[in-house]
């Protein structure tokens, strides 16, 4: 409201807010504005967190009655952070920072809803923050290593592609999985230059192959929204090109369906720029989210990842083996090539070539492996099927 029609409405909302607070309580009760938007409301006697919610039902309810300010009829929405006295606070300090930790649950539960404050939000917070200060000391450390895992063409019988996929080597806990980390690292930004720190890994570590006799060999590299929607993705990608002298014909970006969601146009516009270089897209896990069909024709894509969930039931599901005939002709008639994730099984891979299927990558030919294994697995990968 300040931002749109000025401060001195907002002045003006603020006021109207308290005087609806406070007409919604007994006047003995303290109804106080704390800093900003926010309001403190101490109900000093209650029999049972009952009253409570009921309490904070009415408050909920009245806010859903807009504010006439100056002609104009606005809407607001309300989060609602509960403590209760001694349990979730031994006193006022410790009691409103809970109560603040409750609001925020609120608000990240999409508003107009009431959260009693919980230990494990404050454990959670606190794991997070953890996280989040140890991720920034891995980039400074650089405590990150990659794994490739390969992608085996089932026609020509070898492998023709590496996925590279990231591990935190934690000073104490170990290999962390990228499950742990990604999302927070997107999150807080520092995606940007964990993702800038693989592609140039990846690519030199490509080129060391290439140089060694594996010319030809691509590296598929995963690629969040956050890092391509970033300024100069385009030029970071030449940049490292250069530096490492792996030619762009050999690279190639997985990127999922939900990078599609916001900025369609832009998203496509940096995709179209990537193609022109001569790097390849490939959409990953296809089939977990919209899966949607028209999205297909537009995104300058070569390649279609099959998620591992399709394939994982293929050989109990008849239905689940026409979905997936259905999708690789489909993908294969719009000229896209075709890779079945998570083959765990001979059975599942026969079935697979049955259908045409181009690539698979899975257990079955191999699990992620560290660069310093790549050319055992590349001298023994044509051997295993
Ligand atoms: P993804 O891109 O779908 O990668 C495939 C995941 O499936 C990998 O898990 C791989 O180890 C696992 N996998 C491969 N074959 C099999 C199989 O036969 N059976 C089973 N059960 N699993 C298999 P991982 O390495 O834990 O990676 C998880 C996800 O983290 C990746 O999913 C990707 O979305 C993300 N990720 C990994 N590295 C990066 C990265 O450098 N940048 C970004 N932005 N995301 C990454
Ligand atoms: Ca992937
Ligand atoms: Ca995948």
Known sequence: VNDTLGHSFGDVLLIKVAERLSSTVNEDILVARFGGDEFIILLPEISCTDEVVSFADKLIKRFREPWHINGYDLFSTISVGITIYPRDGSDIVELLKNADMAMYKAKEMGKNNYQFYKPSMREK??????????????????????????????????????????????????????????????????????GSWVMETACREMKALHDYGYKGLMVSINISSVQLQKEGFVDLVKDILERTGLEPQYLELEITESLMIDNFDDNIAILNELKKLGIKISLDDFGTGYSSLNYLKQIPLSTLKIDKSFITDIEKDSAQKFIIEAIISLAQKIGLEVTAEGVESVEQFKYLKELHCDRVQGFLVSKPEPASKLVAMLESGSKVL
């Open 125 to 194: 917070i606190i794991e997070r923050s953890e996280l989040e200060k140890s991720l920034h000391r891995a980039i400074l450390n650089n405590e990150f290593i990659l794994e490739y895992q390969p992608q085996f063409d089932i026609e020509e019988n070898r492998i023709v592609s590496l996925e590279a996929l990231i591990r935190w080597a934690h000073p104490t806990k170990g290999l962390i999985p990228p499950s742990a980390f990604i999302s927070l690292a997107e999150e807080t930004g520092l995606i940007s230059e964990i």
